[in-house]
């Protein structure tokens, strides 16, 4: 079974406008960690949030949002005012057992490409 | 700081033929990571290592060797190449359980094909 989900291939919005990409996750752990990475066209992977399962906060990091829902399972990255810099591929991506007893791998979702329109 | 570096970025390979791709980290970091990239399936974790000295497989270790000789250096190696391991190679690091957000920092990528 996929651990992580992301069920939208491929989304478009407008400059300005907000967009949500979506993912859920499967885990029996109690303690785990979410993240999302950005992929431009350029190929690196860059870091943009982090949301622990303890967190009682949905994380924040400037124009971009993680909406947690631990009991659905979901944790959708939220970008508010789209630029288009902001087109690239997004990965959501979890750590289980925050416990340090995974030593810190990541298992990844298929990724969502985000196009920002002009 | 040069962060985490690979070597090649790029590399064609006939069947059969062997290489290794180097990844260099200049953060300190005890742990590090190999993935493979395939369009349609994210990152998948191929080998990792916790410490100098010490490797563990992944997701998808097989046709794979590592060694971790070094800190600050993880190694890939193909001993005899497939077309099945064309892909985009990513090297990744981060600390240990010390920082609450301990994000994996990635290499560049490198391109591989195999004919």
């Known amino acids: 079974a996929q651990k992580i989900t992301q069920t939208q291939p491929g989304m478009f919005v407008q400059e300005k406008e907000a967009v949500t990409l979506d993912c859920t996750y499967d885990?029996?752990?109690?303690?785990?960690?979410l993240f999302w990475y950005k992929q431009p066209s350029s190929g690196e992977m860059i870091f943009l949030i982090y949301?622990?399962?303890?967190?009682?906060q949905n994380a924040t990091e400037g124009r971009y949002s993680l909406n947690f829902q631990k009991a659905r399972k979901s944790a959708n990255l939220v970008i508010s005012a789209s630029q288009l810099g902001d087109s690239a591929m997004y990965f959501c991506a979890m750590r289980e057992r925050e416990d340090g007893t995974s030593y810190g791998k990541l298992t990844f979702g298929q990724g969502t490409i985000l196009t920002v329109h002009p | 700081n040069a962060g985490v570096t690979q070597t090649p970025k790029f590399r064609v390979l006939k069947t059969g033929q062997s290489m290794t791709l180097l990844c260099a980290q200049d953060?300190?970091?005890?742990?590090m990571y190999w993935y493979r990239q395939d369009p349609g399936m994210g990152l998948r974790l191929i080998h990792y290592?916790?410490?100098?000295?010490?490797?563990a497989k992944g997701e998808v270790p097989d046709g794979y060797n590592v060694s971790r000789l070094k800190k600050q250096n993880f190694l890939l190696g193909l001993e005899s190449a497939a077309p099945s391991q064309t892909s985009v190679y990513f090297c990744a690091s981060s600390r240990t359980r010390t920082s609450r957000y301990n994000e994996q920092f990635f290499g560049p990528g490198t391109r591989l094909t195999v004919l």
């Open positions: 885990t029996s752990d109690q303690s785990y960690g």
């Open positions: 949301q622990g399962s303890y967190d009682e």
């Open positions: 290592s916790v410490g100098e000295g010490t490797t």
């Open positions: 953060m300190n970091h005890e742990y």
